[in-house]
């Protein structure tokens, strides 16, 4: 298996490590997760992976290094680690919203021995729980280190190829998204606690209800609605919710979101 570091281990690169750490495809040993702060490397250290406060030492021993970190803070680090991710079959991957492939090329096009096969990533923290949504772009790339890469990712989720043009929006709707997701999870737990529910047992059901109908629609294929036809009885109660959640703006709400999340 490939060596793999992990640069920055806040809640994105901590979630990308847990999830390749448990994901049993790797070694631990293999995983060198890189960050200034102990607080942060102390669990991964807990669950066998290679801890350093030292990016360059990182980046110098890994096969595929991931640069996970705030984006304005993306062009200080691959300054830092450009003098070795050069020559090779190294591959780079920086995951940070907004940052272009040709500023990465920029920053790391004069590497000695030549720039390494660079790709743009956004996953979600779901990687933790072996559940992202990822989107991959090759900047520079052959169809083999695309291959090579989408795997590593595919260990914590599902991966999509995809083009520079539609990485906002993807982020928008899948990483920004589990935000979204969640707000939907609370409203509707606060619903069933109006409803005479417990908050843990509201919660519980809400959870319960959501991994169903992704269960249902993952399994069946089809589009929503045609599932949606099959609990919207004439004159039922699913119809009459569905209407009021409409007429109070639900899907013009959550179209809305994500466009304002692909504005910013």
């Not at 809640?11 to 702060?37: C, H, N, R, W, Y």
């Not at 807990?46 to 984006?71: E, I, L, R, S, Y």
């Not at 096969?117 to 052959?142: E, G, H, Y």
Request: aromatic share 4%; glycine share 14%; proline share 4%.
């Amino acid at each position: 298996m490939k060596k793999i570091a992990i640069i920055g281990a806040g809640a994105m690169g901590g979630s990308l490590a847990e999830g390749l750490l448990g994901s049993g495809q790797f070694a631990p040993k293999d995983i060198t997760v890189a960050d200034p702060s102990a607080g942060r490397l102390e669990p991964l250290a807990a669950q066998g992976a290679t801890v350093t406060t030292d990016n360059v030492q990182a980046a110098a021993g890994a096969d595929v290094v991931m640069v996970v970190v705030k984006p304005w803070v993306v062009e200080k680090v691959l300054r830092q680690i450009a003098p070795v991710l050069g020559g090779g079959s190294r591959m780079l991957v920086v995951v940070a919203a907004g940052v272009g492939g040709a500023d990465v090329m920029a920053w790391v096009g004069e590497c000695p021995g030549g720039a390494p096969a660079t790709f743009l990533a956004i996953p979600n923290i779901a990687a933790a729980r072996q559940c992202s949504m990822t989107f991959v772009v090759p900047v520079a790339a052959t169809e083999g280190q695309t291959a090579a890469v989408s795997s590593v990712f595919g260990a914590v989720g599902h991966t999509i190829v995809t083009e520079e043009r539609l990485l906002a929006a993807g982020t928008t709707l899948a990483s920004c998204g589990i935000a979204y997701a969640m707000r939907y999870v609370r409203a509707a737990a606060e619903g069933g606690v109006e409803l005479g529910f417990r908050a843990d047992e509201a919660t519980a059901i809400v959870l319960q209800t959501v991994r169903g109908a992704v269960e249902l629609l993952q399994a069946g294929g089809g589009h929503p609605e045609a599932a949606i036809d099959k609990v919207t009885t004439p004159g039922g109660v699913t119809i009459r919710g569905l209407n009021e959640m409409e007429h109070a703006g639900f899907t013009s709400a959550v179209i809305r979101g994500l466009k304002a999340g692909l504005k910013a």
